[in-house]
């Protein structure tokens, strides 16, 4: 097998689009896509031409069927996904809305995914990849997925080779805030890149600004911080340098789910291939943009020749502090 540019792990579901706008209970009709935000990144890169592995486990049902084919028409590598003969896949409903944030309603506890464990980790194929993007998603799921995503993070730091890590926060899937805050929190100290929104980094960290959020995972020994601002662009800080990358104007937001993934695409392609951190952060500003002009969580997402050709045609500064 190939080597693997980024690998991934979590929970791909069904999703539900409804084709109307509305509440969810009065909708008849719906479009079914594919959703969770480790796919967003596996399908965001393989689009930029990596090579991009997701781990996961679904269930021997049509909706694990619609995953794997979805997955592998974007062809993103599928080798590590076990088919579970015990437990579902999980699905989600969301709502259309013409702009701002849909509701979303899950139906994922007890699913296969949630029982990926140890035991299905395989050395031999993780050896195989560059880098490893982690979000807090999985740690919120069972025991079995925080114990696996602790041994990925582990072997990847034993093998000397690059982590980034998404917060993600999912409040509705922790027992308590406190938990999910210490829990999210052990695991990005030790990923070398941490990619929070401004209020996750605020809950996360209890401080109020960019710098002293970025300050707050940097003296943990984190390497570079990453902070999404929106509309407003994004802040950067490692111990050598901070700045701000301005965002890319959007005329109307129609669907901001996945845009915060597209972005974590845009960075982390940016630092496999050795850009500047600055111009790493301008991708990921450039690709968030065009997630929230489309209405799936990844359909917005560019290949590198769309990406490179909306970055030119548009004015944007940096602001180095």
């Not at 269930?59 to 579970?84: C, N, P, R, S, Y």
């Not at 999980?90 to 990926?116: C, I, N, W």
């Amino acid at each position: 097998m190939h080597s693997i540019d980024v690998i991934t792990f979590g929970e791909a579901m069904a999703m539900f689009i409804a084709d109307s706008c509305g509440p969810l209970q009065e909708i008849n009709h719906f479009t079914m896509e594919l959703a969770g935000a480790e796919t967003n990144v596996a399908i965001g890169l393989a689009k930029l031409g990596y090579n991009a592995s997701f781990v996961s486990k679904v269930g021997a049902d049509a909706f694990g069927k619609f995953i794997m084919e979805k997955l592998q028409k974007h062809q993103v590598q599928v080798d590590q996904i076990i088919t579970d003969t015990q437990f579902p896949t999980g699905f989600q409903l969301k709502s259309r809305v013409t702009e701002g944030d849909p509701e979303v309603q899950y139906f994922r506890k007890g699913s296969a995914a949630s029982h990926l464990a140890i035991s299905d980790f395989s050395e031999h194929y993780f050896q195989k990849a560059k880098h490893l993007h982690m979000t807090g998603i999985p740690l919120a799921l069972s025991s079995d997925t925080r114990n696996f995503a602790q041994h990925a993070l582990s072997f990847f730091k034993n093998k000397a080779k690059k982590i980034s890590f998404d917060p993600n926060l999912r409040p509705r899937l922790w027992n308590s805030e406190k938990e999910m805050v210490d829990t999210i929190n052990f695991f990005a100290k030790q990923a070398n890149y941490v990619l929070p929104g401004l209020e996750e980094g605020c809950k996360l960290t209890g401080f109020k600004t960019p710098s002293d959020i970025a300050s707050y995972y940097l003296d943990a020994g984190v390497e570079l911080v990453i902070i999404k601002l929106g509309e407003q662009g994004a802040y950067f800080k490692s111990s050598k340098q901070e700045g701000i990358i301005n965002g890319y104007p959007v005329e109307k937001v129609i669907d901001t789910v996945g845009a915060g993934d597209g972005f974590a695409v845009g960075v982390i392609s940016g630092l496999l291939e050795g850009l500047p951190v600055e111009e790493s952060v301008q991708r990921g500003n450039a690709i968030g943009a065009l997630a929230v002009q489309s209405l799936g969580d990844n359909t917005g997402y560019p290949d590198m020749q769309e990406l490179m050709h909306f970055i030119n045609n548009q004015s944007q500064r940096s602001v180095r502090i």
